[in-house]
T-cell receptor, first 112, second 116 residues
Framework: DGGITQSPKYLFRKEGQNVTLSCEQN?????MYWYRQDPGQGLRLIYY???????QKGDIAEGYSVSREKKESFPLTVTSAQKNPTAFYLC???????????FGPGTRLTVT | KQEVTQIPAALSVPEGENLVLNCSFT??????LQWFRQDPGKGLTSLLL?????REQTSGRLNASLDKSSGRSTLYIAASQPGDSATYLC???????????????FGKGTLLTVNP
């Protein structure tokens, strides 16, 4: 059963703590993406990875970090430097960068 | 900078009605355009992808059209059903060869409610 999984579905953290969101895909896609969604706003790109061990900043990368050590996995760390981390985080992948993007179910992060 | 606008922001229709959702974009040099559906609290489901060279794409009761020169796309839903209730998002990928054609620019979506 191919697809993209994100875990956990809900995540709660105290302010000042780093937290890592998981994203795994078994679609054999080269490209992976992290987006953030806030109420009343469109999705905004945080980071993008075209291949293993390569990634680029998106529009709102400040306060976030990623790694891409395996093709299947693209974890996102929300650091304490991110000023407003509470949001819905979506991971996506595509066969190559210009192809159709497929999304995971999302992780809702709440920081208090 | 590419901007994507979706009108209306919300739409409520009775079951069985045909409807059109609109998407406009400011930079016509696009590579492709993708329509998504999002249910509350869920991820996005890809509905249709239209390449810049295409005028329309169809999937079941859905038909998406693209007019690149005027910067517009429409999503037509025939014979709407309560299960079609969701937020519909339009996203545009720029076509420049400078390496940025990975990026999708999203509209804020149209919230569709189909009443039984």
């Amino acid at each position: 059963d191919g697809g993209i999984t994100q875990s956990p579905k809900y995540l709660f953290r105290k302010e000042g703590q780093n937290v890592t969101l998981s994203c795994e895909q078994n679609l054999n896609h080269d490209a992976m993406y992290w987006y953030r969604q806030d109420p009343g706003q469109g999705l905004r790109l945080i980071y993008y990875s075209q291949i293993v061990n390569d990634f680029q900043k998106g529009d709102i990368a400040e306060g976030y970090s990623v790694s891409r050590e395996k093709k299947e996995s693209f974890p996102l760390t929300v650091t304490s430097a991110q000023k407003n981390p509470t949001a819905f985080y979506l991971c996506a992948s595509s066969l190559q960068r210009e192809y159709e993007q497929y999304f995971g179910p999302g992780t809702r992060l709440t920081v208090t | 900078k590419q901007e994507v606008t979706q009108i209306p922001a919300a739409l409520s229709v009775p079951e069985g009605e045909n409807l059109v959702l609109n998407c406009s974009f400011t930079d016509s040099a696009i590579y492709n355009l993708q329509w998504f559906r999002q249910d509350p609290g869920k991820g996005l489901t890809s509905l249709l992808l239209i390449q810049s060279s295409q005028r329309e794409q169809t999937s079941g009761r859905l038909n998406a059209s693209l007019d690149k020169s005027s910067g517009r796309s429409t999503l037509y839903i025939a014979a709407s059903q309560p299960g079609d209730s969701a937020t519909y998002l339009c996203a545009v990928r720029l076509g420049n060869s400078g390496g940025s054609n990975y990026k999708l620019t999203f509209g804020k979506g149209t919230l569709l409610t189909v009443n039984p």
